[in-house]
Nanobody
């Protein structure tokens, strides 16, 4: 079974930066798209960023575009989310996700992903 483990969350001040990491245990890694999602208290889980298996294609939600950068290291089987200029609206539990099927594309819906991490808490104080 595929296992994903997020890390890097914490408590920061508005305007600060954080880098989230996601370690993936699956045998193969580069053929699978991955994504970052987040869920704030009392709100639905929302899309944050996606990346193709080879790391060439990426996209971000409008709310984080220009501030967040998704990347991956296929040699180390790691997914990253660099978050800059954080504000209180970014406070949420952040999840990484991976598909169960090979794909050259990227996916924006949480329903497209089969494997999820436990999440890491990001809290931005004002």
């Amino acid at each position: 079974q595929v296992q994903l483990v997020e890390s890097g969350g914490g408590l920061v001040q508005a305007g600060d930066s954080l880098r989230l990491s996601c370690a993936v245990s699956r045998r193969t890694f580069s053929s699978y798209p991955m994504g970052w999602f987040r869920q704030a208290p009392g709100k639905e889980r929302e899309f944050v960023a996606v990346i193709s298996g080879n790391g060439v294609a990426t996209d971000n939600a409008d709310s984080v575009k220009g501030r967040f950068t998704i990347s991956r290291d296929n040699t180390k089987k790691m997914l990253f989310l660099q978050m800059n200029s954080l504000n209180s609206a970014d406070t949420a539990v952040y999840f990484c996700a991976a598909t169960a099927r090979f794909s050259i594309g990227i996916y924006y819906s949480s329903s497209a992903y089969d494997y999820w991490g436990q999440g890491t808490q990001v809290t931005v104080s004002s």
